[in-house]
């Protein structure tokens, strides 16, 4: 099963998501942030801190169709989030629609569930410039690519879960 679950930020999604994922036995946190500064390596550590020994942490900022497949003893992996690791592909100018792929096809062949977190960032003004109005609309369409194979979708708004499928 295929849970996508999205909101702006600070919405609750992560606690939501973390709910659901405790439900589960063995579970599995793949976080696809990387420590590029310092408020960077302050949220981590939150992070890391909230979620204490309740998961067993992969750290994986690009190839999360790898991580997947190579982590397939866990009950559910919990994925925290398209939007760090699209932007993680925008910054090593690696080739997006490929890894879309990669991750899009690995979803369909899982034998576990997984919990997905991504923002809606289409509810903002249109950005001023060029490469965010790029970002924007990319992770626009990889979530809906996620959320047409997802067998559930939930939005986060101000705390409170709305399931849209």
Known sequence: MVTLITGGIKSGKTDFATKLALKYTNRAYLATAEPIDEEMVKRINKHKAERGNLFHT???????????????DFEVILIDCMTTWLAN????????????TYL?????????????????????????????????????????????????????????????K
């Open 104 to 164: 899009l096809q690995t979803m369909g062949s899982l034998n576990f569930d997984i919990i997905i977190i991504t923002n809606e960032v289409g509810f903002g003004v249109i950005p001023a410039d060029s490469m965010t109005r790029k970002y924007v609309d990319t992770l626009g369409i990889l979530n809906q690519k996620i959320a047409a194979l997802a067998d559930e979708c939930y939005l986060l708004v101000s705390g409170i879960p709305i399931k849209i």
């Open 58 to 72: 992969i750290e994986e900022p690009i190839n999360i169709h790898k991580a997947l497949k190579n982590n397939s």
């Open 89 to 100: 592909l925008f910054h090593y100018q690696k080739d997006i629609e490929e890894y879309t």
